[in-house]
């Protein structure tokens, strides 16, 4: 995971000052690029703890098309509560209520939840239910790497135009594109990420969607190959500058081992129980704060 470091000091060295939506303010470069080999281990960080639990309770959040954190606060995943939080405290229905207090409600009470919990049409609903059309992009992908392996359009969109004033969060990971090698025994996958927030948010996405890359390719009957990187809008935000370069200090340990369970077939069929990391040495724990 070195490339991930070198990214960082990249940035530094060359980003430019720039100001931001969340008023942070970050050091910025346009167009970056990493590749992490699937083959000689899974690319979950070791530089900083990190924990693979609500990595995967996420996506399967997203494979199920479910856009509400209730799923997520049920299982004391955090990642997105600060966004219907932020839109709860414009409402009527506002009465001073710490961050706290409103999970508390999400995880209490189904009908503040299904009022307050919903982001919109984000990623689940664009990958299950792409503009809400009936257009299910994960199950025509399932079929197409099975039956058309060699296509050149194994793709997913998390962008939608039509809905994207809707979702609480736009997507910052937009565009996976799949392919399969010649032999027929290999799955890569690409990422564009329009948005990378690289100390917070990129380690977090590598390993999700390769994560996703290997369960599909359990589905498929191929083995995986390769995550590929790519994002536009690649930055550090400027109160994560420190912890930054204390990371950048630290030396990339061995890569753990992923293990999912030999017997699901379906990418539908996967629940938390069925992925596991093995043979995970970390440094210690580094905190930044979430820019909304």
């Given at each position: 995971m070195q490339q991930y470091l070198d990214q960082l000091q990249y940035i530094l060295d060359h980003g430019e000052v720039r100001k931001?939506?969340?008023g942070t303010g970050t050091i910025s470069v346009f167009g970056m690029q990493t590749r992490y080999d699937l083959r000689d281990g899974f690319p979950l960080m070791t530089t900083k703890k990190m924990f693979i639990r609500p990595i995967a309770e996420e996506l399967l959040w997203f494979i199920k098309g479910d856009t509400n954190i209730k799923y997520l606060v049920d299982r004391n995943v955090r990642i997105w509560?600060?966004?219907p939080y932020e839109a709860f405290k414009k409402s009527d229905d506002y009465n001073g209520e710490t961050l706290e207090e409103f999970v508390?409600?999400?995880?209490?009470?189904?009908?503040f939840a299904k009022k307050h919990g919903n982001l919109g049409p984000v990623y689940g609903a664009q990958w299950r239910?792409?503009?809400y059309?009936?257009?299910d992009q994960l199950a025509k992908l399932i079929d197409g790497l099975k039956n058309n392996p060699f296509s050149r359009r194994h793709i997913i969109s998390a962008w939608n135009p039509i809905q994207v004033d809707e979702m609480a969060l736009p997507p910052c990971h937009t565009l996976m594109q799949f392919y399969v090698s010649s032999d027929k025994k290999y799955l890569s996958c690409q990422l564009y990420q329009r948005s990378a927030d690289m100390?917070?948010?990129v380690p977090f996405n590598i390993a999700s969607y390769a994560l996703l890359t290997c369960m599909i390719a359990q589905v498929c009957g191929y083995e995986p190959k390769e995550f590929v990187h790519t994002t536009g809008d690649t930055h550090i935000y400027l109160d994560h500058v420190d912890v930054v370069k204390t990371q950048i200090q630290r030396t990339p340990k061995k890569k753990p081992r992923l293990v999912l369970n030999p017997e699901v077939k379906s990418i539908f069929d996967f629940k938390i129980e069925d992925?596991?990391?093995?043979?995970?040495?970390?440094?210690?724990?580094?905190v930044g704060k979430v820019s909304v």
């Open positions: 931001d939506r969340t509560n600060e966004w508390a409600k999400i995880k209490e009470d189904d009908d239910n792409f503009n059309q009936g257009v100390f917070l948010g992925i596991k990391i093995e043979d995970y040495v970390s440094d210690g724990k580094l």
